[in-house]
């Protein structure tokens, strides 16, 4: 939900109060016209404070987030050696990451209330990567500290021009997140709005997590990864957000003439989801479901690579659809937090006030 102005919280004191009251009466008690109220209530009604008409409130609030967090260490060799154990020249960055995290992060850094269900090793990285991320907003008090795994790391090497060479995980802490656990955290999923599940973790935690979603009526957000699901979880999902080979394989097809954008997504959506974000190339996307048949391409003013905005592109578009937009104002708002992010990445939160008029107007 998006945060409220003190008229609009002052309104829905108000209606809570007193469902019964007009437009007209608001402005009366509160000195405004009847203009002013309506305009009011539209907000509200936007942020997804009120269900439409007949002021039916939404008592849920925020997005629960269930994914990995991951020590991610890259190094870009600068040439190619001639064996492994040759020296070479390059560039390493160690990065607190994960997707599932990083979407997290992303979704507080747009001011919606996040909890992050992940888990981390009791060891000095699963105390870093906790304590920079509840600076950021993202609540952490729910967890999972293992004795038995390390915090998930990955070494990734990639050539010159950015191509993976080698990767090297140890990611057997996920098996820690459990159906056990997410029934113990059953309250955060029943009182959420949304809940977002990245894929690094296993399906029968998915599958627990969705189904109490589903149970509350809770939106159901299916953030493809290195597994692939059965088809009973991705039936569950109401969002599918995935890349082309994660496509290809979710449906066992090899790449070719005949899997395009369009019928890649035709596919997935008899699996079940109701919305499809397909992510075609570091320039092109692709949206497809409840109507929407939508390609888009970055124009050569946009400066960001799909593949390295990924997770904030998702949390842009997640913050969208809480917001009431349609899904395809809500892909072009994350595409517009992708770009802001990427120039302002030392910021704590992203003005999305400054943006979503503007961009609105243009959908």
Known sequence: MGNLTEREKEILHLLKAEPMLTQEDLAARLGITRSSAAVHISNLVKKGFILGRGYVFNEKSGVVVI???????????????EALERKTSGKMEITIGGTGRNVAEGLARLKVATTLITAVGQDHSGEEAVVKTSRIGVKVNHILRSQDFGTAKALVITNSSGKIVLEVEDRGINRTITPQEIEARAHLLLASQIVVADNSIPGEAVRKAFL????????????????????????????????????????????GPETGAAPLCARLLELGPKMILLILNSRELHLA??????????????????WEVRDI??????????????????????????????RNTGSPQVKTELIEEDLLNQC
């Not at 967090?69 to 190094?75: I, L, Q, W, Y």
């Open 67 to 81: 994914g990995e967090t991951c020590v991610e260490t890259t190094a870009r060799l600068m040439g190619v050696p």
């Open 212 to 255: 109490l979603a589903g149970q509350a009526g809770a939106r159901r957000v299916l953030l493809c990864g290195r597994h692939k699901y059965d088809r009973d979880i991705l039936e569950l999902a109401d969002v599918l957000i995935l890349d082309k080979s994660q496509a290809l394989a979710a449906l066992n097809k090899e790449d």
């Open 289 to 306: 479901g409840q109507g929407e048949d939508l390609d888009l391409s970055l124009t050569p003013g946009d400066r960001i690579n799909l």
């Open 313 to 342: 592109l998702t949390a842009g578009f997640i913050y969208g659809f809480i917001k009431g937009y349609s899904y395809r104002q809500a892909l072009r708002f994350g595409l517009r937090v992708a770009q802001v992010g990427e």
